[in-house]
């Protein structure tokens, strides 16, 4: 059962922030809200208005750097929230600089400073601020595009001229928003309740940023506007636009501005140089124990390459464990055998075996490349080519086209690559008659027969289908072929390893072989057998090899 701890969810830290944020400017609020008696003043025109420049113009600054900022790092990231941010920003900032300049009180500009004026443009920044803000936080945080930023900047431009032109002499387009000795309009404040609304659902969107993103900054923007919402909350009631509910307005609409700013300037500035910075530090970290890295590194491709020799070794062993001994009597058949793998497992195997009394199998096979998978290829051979796999209707009367037909149906119940193939002899010798039946599955390197008085013969009257997988398409008809033997005969069977023709060596040529053959027909086997390695090392010397070489030989 899971405890009470295990089911409690981790605190995030970041929403006591936007609480705290929330719960703070909420006292502060209701404070002045209390003590209105004992806090209420007008201040002074000419002190209200040095308060009320250094806090517009320190706002004002904070828009046009935040401007400034989204519109160059537009260029590198062409987020399109940060278009919005272009034109709000932009516009926001000089509408502010009018509304300042245009205060009650202040020196003229192009028209007399009013407090119709001032408020109709402190109206306006608001309202655009709001819906441009509400636009951010409807475009996915992450959406991209190429939209030329220019005619954002222009658009801006133009608005922020046309307002200031309407505003300034057609004021009497605008209803009245304060009325003077009355206080705000109903107008004046249905207009600051629709800001804080715009504020409220422009905060929960960056809310929701906050948790698909988990980024810290969206908080923060999330904290400037509930900020901005307490803005227009002192802005319904001031009754003088010198009162103390004015200012405080204005210092709410400040700090609204820094948490605003502390967000965009993070995200785009600050955040960019610090994983860079992380980035470099990393790069140091890495560069400093590069040696260590790099020597452990060894160590442990060492220790792995070590284990795999260690695995191949014990494979090749179980490999050369299936293969005949090198020297093999059956009956009054000699045999003599060499398996030199290219690398540490072959592509290459042989089989002899007493099938019954009278007869005698043997087959050597050469399966498509070389290596593990040709190893392993050998393995399932083996198991299918030995006596004790092999069904009794083909051993009660055994012929070697039936073996390789045996062998071709169950390659293609396997599930072995399709440009896997093997290429395969086999042989069956009766003593009796000592009549040698065999059939090619394939094989490119044919036997050769030399008698006992040195005459050559090449076992090529059987020409068979290679070992693959066409089973669904096309079934061989393997054909056999037989040659009488007389006692000192002698046959090699081999894989086209040992007579290939490489680039720069050939181990033995085929004609060189054969006279080896006729030349040592007297010699025993092993003799033979040596003469043959002593030319495969002089024509190799120190050339690896290129192909698995194979080999053994019969003699009756």
Same mark, same amino acid.
């Given at each position: 059962m899971l405890s009470t701890k295990e089911n409690k969810r981790k605190l995030d830290f970041n929403y006591i922030?936007?609480? $705290?944020?929330?719960?703070?400017?909420?006292?502060?609020?209701?404070?002045?809200?209390?003590?209105?008696?004992?806090?209420?003043?007008?201040?002074?025109?000419?002190?209200?208005l040095s308060y009320h420049t250094l806090l517009e113009f320190a706002s004002i600054v904070i828009s046009f750097i935040l401007f400034t900022i989204t519109y160059y790092t537009y260029s590198k990231n062409h987020?399109?929230?940060?278009?919005?941010?272009?034109?709000?920003?932009?516009?926001t900032g000089t509408i502010d600089f009018f509304h300042t300049m245009s205060y009650n009180g202040m020196p003229v500009f192009f028209t007399a400073s009013s407090i119709?004026?001032?408020?109709?443009?402190?109206?306006?920044?608001?309202?655009?601020?709001?819906?441009?803000?509400?636009?951010?936080?409807?475009?996915?945080?992450?959406?991209?595009?190429?939209?030329?930023?220019?005619?954002?900047?222009?658009?801006?431009?133009?608005?922020?001229?046309?307002?200031?032109?309407?505003?300034?002499?057609?004021?009497?387009?605008?209803?009245?928003?304060?009325?003077?000795?009355?206080? $705000?309009?109903?107008?004046?404040?249905?207009?600051?309740?629709v800001v804080m609304f715009l504020f409220g659902i422009t905060a929960v969107l960056y809310v929701r940023d906050y948790r698909r993103t988990h980024n810290r900054i969206f908080i923060i923007f999330a904290s400037g506007l509930i900020l901005g919402i307490f803005t227009e909350a002192a802005f319904t009631i001031y009754k003088s636009v010198y009162d103390t509910y004015n200012l405080l307005g204005h210092v709410y609409k400040i700090l609204s501005s820094y948490l605003l700013f502390r967000a965009v300037f993070i995200y785009n500035l600050d955040t960019p140089y610090y994983e860079l910075?992380?980035?470099?530090?990393?790069?140091?970290?890495?560069?400093?124990? $590069?040696?260590k890295i790099v020597a452990r590194r060894t160590a442990e491709i060492q220790k792995a390459?070590?284990?795999?020799?260690?695995?191949?070794?014990?494979?090749?062993?179980?490999?050369?464990?299936? $293969?005949?001994?090198?020297?093999?009597?059956?009956?009054?058949?000699?045999?003599?055998?060499?398996?030199?793998?290219?690398?540490?497992?072959?592509?290459?195997?042989?089989?002899?075996?007493?099938?019954?009394?009278?007869?005698?199998?043997?087959?050597?096979?050469?399966?498509?490349?070389?290596?593990?998978?040709?190893? !392993? !290829?050998?393995l399932f051979a083996d198991r299918v080519m030995k006596p004790s796999k092999i069904p009794a209707r083909f051993l009660s009367n055994p012929s070697p086209n039936k073996m390789i037909k045996h062998m071709y149906m169950e390659f293609n119940k396997s599930d072995f690559p399709n440009e896997m193939h093997i290429v395969m002899f086999y042989a069956i010798?009766?003593?009796?008659?000592?009549?040698?039946?065999?059939?090619s599955g394939g094989m490119n390197s044919l036997p050769l027969l030399?008698?006992?008085?040195?005459?050559?013969?090449?076992?090529?009257?059987?020409?068979?289908?290679?070992?693959?997988?066409?089973?669904?398409?096309?079934?061989?008809?393997?054909?056999?072929?037989?040659?009488?033997?007389?006692?000192?005969?002698?046959?090699l069977f081999y894989t086209d390893g040992l007579t290939e023709d490489y680039k720069d060596h050939v181990p033995v040529p085929l004609e060189h072989l054969e006279k080896i053959l006729i030349e040592n027909l007297h010699q025993p086997l092993i003799s033979l057998n040596d003469v043959i390695l002593d030319e495969i090392r002089e024509n190799t010397k120190d050339i690896p090899n290129e192909d698995d070489i194979t080999y053994f030989i019969m003699e009756v």
């Open positions: 922030y936007l609480f $705290l944020t929330t719960v703070g400017s909420l006292v502060v609020f209701k404070i002045a809200g209390l003590f209105d008696a004992s806090i209420y003043r007008i201040l002074g025109t000419n002190l209200y987020r399109i929230r940060l278009l919005v941010f272009v034109s709000v920003f932009f516009i119709p004026k001032a408020t109709t443009f402190w109206m306006i920044s608001r309202l655009i601020l709001a819906f441009g803000l509400l636009i951010s936080g409807c475009i996915p945080y992450n959406l991209k595009g190429n939209l030329p930023r220019k005619y954002f900047l222009m658009g801006s431009i133009v608005t922020a001229i046309g307002l200031f032109y309407i505003v300034t002499y057609q004021i009497d387009w605008f209803p009245p928003l304060f009325i003077a000795g009355q206080g $705000l309009t109903p107008l004046k404040i249905l207009l600051e309740y910075e992380k980035a470099r530090e990393q790069i140091k970290l890495y560069a400093e124990n $590069l040696e390459n070590e284990k795999m020799l260690e695995d191949l070794e014990y494979a090749k062993r179980i490999q050369q464990s299936l $293969l005949p001994p090198k020297e093999l009597n059956i009956y009054d058949v000699k045999f003599v055998s060499q398996y030199i793998p290219c690398e540490k497992l072959s592509g290459d195997f042989y089989h002899i075996h007493a099938i019954d009394e009278d007869n005698i199998g043997m087959f050597i096979a050469d399966v498509a490349g070389h290596g593990i998978s040709a190893a !392993m !290829m050998t010798y009766n003593r009796k008659t000592r009549v040698l039946a065999y059939c030399v008698r006992k008085n040195g005459e050559l013969e090449i076992l090529d009257k059987s020409m068979g289908f290679p070992i693959c997988k066409f089973g669904d398409l096309f079934e061989p008809d393997f054909q056999k072929a037989e040659v009488k033997l007389d006692k000192g005969d002698r046959v």
